[in-house]
């Protein structure tokens, strides 16, 4: 029997072809088991962060394999110097980042395009994004989200965060780019997959992209994103030009190019499928 930890109900039933399959919630005393696969909440998430430290306390000594996916790259150094001395298979969603990680991205399922259903109205923002700290990110957020905002005041242009500079925000303001406290991706046409340097750098692709795909928003890739230009093929951004042309030109097509990445995806990218993930994660209990 295998346990699963903060993993969604996608990959539990994929592996539930394979394993006997246990849910650890919060109520589970600790069970026997032939091995767990844990997907590693944050510092943002202190119920799940604490649920998955027991676990892992006394799973670790039971001498059983451990699937860890770090999904947030928040596994902190002194914790995998401490993981590794057991039997703990770790990995992550960045191409080129940590030794002792294998690659393995966030699993996406390729949704059913033929009942895909197409806005009928126009939606309230024309272009939006979201994280958790904005003040990571000043640079590449001002490059396009704020320069877009400047230069097409009548665009509706948001951001939402938990973090940012008060100078910062007071400054965006004045020129219309809105913060709010939360928003759905079903409620903009566009995103921009913006990322940090580091996450350029170590080919760390956001989930918010899939989930904004997930709900009819079209995300179009900054060319920093040097890892991904093929699953955003005739997607790429470099300046403000590219940009306003992409939202003029593509605002009543974005569910047939949605459904070109995911074609994009399993072409070029077929790492990201989950069956691909199952077969990784399944491996690593029959070694």
């Known amino acids: 029997m295998i346990g699963l930890c903060n993993v969604d109900k996608n990959m539990s039933t994929k592996l539930s072809k394979f394993f006997d399959i246990k849910e650890l919630d919060d109520e589970d005393s600790f069970p026997y088991l032939d091995g767990v696969f844990v997907d590693w909440a944050n510092y943002m998430s202190p119920a799940e962060w604490t649920k998955q430290a027991a676990l892992m306390d006394t799973y670790t000594k039971k001498k059983i394999p451990i699937v860890l996916f770090d999904r947030y790259l928040s596994l ?127 080919g ?30 005739g997607l790429i951004i470099k300046d403000m030009d590219d940009l306003s042309y992409y939202i003029d030109m593509f605002s009543g097509t974005k569910e047939v190019i949605i459904e070109d990445i995911f074609d994009n995806i399993e072409k070029y990218y077929p790492e990201f499928m989950i069956d691909n993930d199952v077969e990784v994660i399944k491996n690593c209990f029959t070694k």
């Open 76 to 202: 902190s150094k002194k914790e995998y110097n401490w993981l590794k001395k057991f039997k703990v298979f770790f990995f992550e969603p960045a191409i080129n980042y940590r030794r002792g990680f294998s690659y393995l991205p966030q699993w996406i399922v390729k949704p059913d395009f033929k009942y895909y259903s197409k806005d009928k109205n126009k939606r309230e923002f024309d272009l939006a994004y979201k994280c958790n700290n904005l003040n990571n990110n000043l640079k590449n957020f001002e490059k396009y989200y704020f320069e877009y905002s400047k230069m097409y005041p009548n665009k509706e242009v948001v951001y939402s965060t938990h973090s940012i500079n008060k100078h910062k925000e007071k400054q965006y303001k004045e020129f219309d780019l809105k913060k709010v406290t939360d928003f759905s991706f079903s409620q903009s046409t566009f995103t921009i997959a913006i990322d940090t340097q580091k996450n350029y750098n170590i």
């Open 204 to 233: 760390y692709l956001d989930e918010n992209v899939f989930e904004a795909m997930s709900q009819n928003c079209l995300p179009l890739l900054p060319t920093e994103h040097k890892y991904f230009h093929a699953m955003f093929s």
